[in-house]
């Protein structure tokens, strides 16, 4: 059975530091990993999609990494900002669509 | 851009009430989904649709059914709410199987 981790739980760290937020899961067999943003009470937003044949993508000061074989993403926010704090969510696709998602990293950026 | 909307961002319900989430999407996408998030489970799917009239259960489906008799609409339904359905329940929808999923703004449903 597939299993997201995202750590650490929670971050906080001050304006313009560059910063990584890690997600591994257990089965290496996924079609595409996605990474979303969720503010307090709202719904997600989608930022980045890699395909599993894909190794980066890139946007904006947004970079995640895919190392499928050992069942880790990275996702590397250049020159933090205030308006970065939120709950950053991995998630894991199979071929039919349904994501496995992590628990989630809470970022706090302060001014 | 991709709209994804629920009808309601809060409900209050009794326990043993018939509950409709309502979710339309307006970008013609063949798949929609529902799941809903709880602090310490994270989001837990719980139905998905790959085309009109068609459903596949999700992780946890007890408790819930759903409708999808038009393409941009889909429903999720609580026969007989009760009090450990109170989430914030998320409906997305995507063009194709794995493609990038778009979210709604989330119903925060409260059972009594």
Redesign the interface.
């Known amino acids: 059975k597939q299993e997201v981790t995202q750590i650490p739980a929670a971050l906080s760290v001050p304006e313009g530091e560059n910063l990584v937020l890690n997600c591994s899961f257990t089965d290496s067999a996924i079609y595409n990993l996605q990474w979303f943003r969720q503010d307090p009470g709202k719904g997600l937003t989608s930022l980045l999609l890699i395909q599993s044949s894909q190794r980066e993508q890139t946007s904006g000061r947004l970079n995640a990494s895919l190392d499928k074989s050992s069942g880790r993403s990275t996702l590397y926010i250049a020159a933090s900002q205030p308006g970065d704090s939120a709950t950053y969510l991995c998630a894991v696709a199979g071929n039919t669509g349904k994501l496995i998602f992590g628990q989630g990293t809470t970022l706090q950026v302060k001014p | 851009d991709v709209k994804?909307t629920q009808s309601s961002r809060y409900l209050v319900k009794r326990t043993g009430e018939k509950v409709f989430l309502e979710c339309v999407q307006d970008m013609d996408h063949e798949?929609m989904?529902w799941y809903r998030q709880d602090p310490?489970l994270?989001?837990?799917?719980i139905y998905?649709s790959?085309d009109v009239k068609m459903k596949?259960k999700?992780d946890i489906p007890e408790g819930y059914s759903v409708s999808r008799e038009k393409k941009e609409r889909f429903s999720l339904i609580l026969e007989s709410a009760s009090t450990n359905q109170t989430s914030m329940y998320?409906c997305?929808s995507?063009l194709?199987?794995?493609?990038?999923?778009?979210?709604?703004?989330?119903t925060?449903l409260t059972v009594l």
């Open positions: 994804v798949n989904f310490g994270g989001l837990r799917l998905f790959y596949e999700g998320l997305a995507s194709g199987g794995s493609d990038t999923q778009y979210f709604g703004p989330g925060r």
